[in-house]
């Protein structure tokens, strides 16, 4: 498998906050730093590292050397390639902002994304 040329996020498709997201990244990122796939995209395990029930879970951002980063991690990464995106991920350099970062993505699917809200 070849690393895609450039960071490559792969989100819901059929989820309508994801798109909404996703073309408001598109609109910032002025110099396409970025790639978007869709998860039911057929070949997607061919040509990432990811695998479609993961990413079920959870965006992913596989970046420019392969590497996937998923959930909270994903959105810093995403923030990270957008103009002046150094300094939006400030706060994901403190302590503990990582955990903090994963509880609010889950929360944040759980209660906007496709996935089933529980209990």
Known sequence: MTSPPQATLVFDGRC?????WVERVRRWDRDQR????DYHTEDLERRFPVSRAECQ????????DGRDHRGAAAGREVLRRLPQG?????PFRLPGSMAIADRLYTWITHRWGPLPRSG
């Open 16 to 20: 309508a906050f994801c798109r909404r």
């Open 34 to 37: 970025l790639d978007f796939v």
């Open 57 to 64: 879970q959870r965006m992913h951002l596989v970046d420019e």
């Open 86 to 90: 150094a300094l939006w991920t400030l």
